[in-house]
């Protein structure tokens, strides 16, 4: 069975700082991975996503991920914070041999950068 | 350009009342679509998918249920609400070609 943990609940950081934010997957076939950022109240908007070829990608917003095959993790980065990055994010796995295309979320990781 | 409308943004509600909550996409055509609940503000749980007209998957055992009367259209429905129907209901629609999917704003559901 598919699954995604994010295993923080929150992370802090001073702004201009770099940010981290973890996940790790679990899928039987090769995963399509991405990030979601969650605004309060709103919908969930897409970063980034991984489907194959560098392990480095680029997002939104200045965001990057780094697929890391041998660790099944998909770590969210950014070099420098800023006070606006402040919202939940959810990593979602879609396990490419599961016809239905629907994503599995983690719990969501609460950023708060503080000025 | 594709997009994607949920209605009511807002519903509360009594114990035992009808549900029914909307999702129309625009701009594409014969979606993947899919509704989620999102509980205290965390994670998300797939309640419903549909992959054509009339086809339902029901992911997990619950009071709601789901139908999608046209290729576009996306319905959440409930006979009599319980107390823990509570919470935001995302639809979202997948884009086949690159794999993610897109959300609608969202409705929530106080069921008091």
């Known amino acids: 069975a598919q699954s995604v943990a994010q295993p923080e609940d929150q992370v802090n950081v001073a702004e201009g700082n770099p940010l981290t934010v973890k996940c790790t997957y679990s899928v039987s076939g090769n995963p399509y991975l991405f990030w979601y950022v969650q605004y309060p109240n709103r919908g969930l908007q897409f970063l980034l996503k991984y489907i194959t070829g560098d392990n480095l990608v680029k997002g939104s917003y200045g965001f990057e991920a780094e697929f890391n095959k041998s660790q099944t993790s998909f770590h969210l980065k950014k070099p420098s914070a800023l006070v606006s990055d402040s919202a939940l994010y959810f990593c979602?796995?879609?396990?490419?041999?599961?016809?239905?295309?629907?994503?599995?979320f983690g719990s969501g990781t609460r950023l708060l950068v503080r000025p | 350009s594709q997009t994607i409308h949920q209605w009511p943004a807002t519903l509360v509600q009594p114990v035992g009342s009808p549900l029914s909550l909307e999702c129309t996409v625009e701009g594409t055509s014969n979606p993947n679509l899919y509704w989620y609940r999102q509980a205290a503000g965390r994670g998300l749980q797939l309640l419903f998918y549909s992959v054509g007209i009339g086809q339902i998957s029901s992911e997990v055992p619950q009071n709601l249920s789901a139908s999608r009367p046209q290729d576009r259209q996306f319905i959440l429905s409930s006979k009599k609400l319980l107390l823990s129907d509570s919470g935001f209901y995302l639809c979202a629609w997948n884009g086949l070609t690159t794999g993610e999917l897109f959300f609608g704003e969202g409705s929530r559901l106080t069921v008091l």
């Open positions: 979602a796995v879609r396990d490419m041999e599961d016809s239905s295309y629907k994503l599995i």
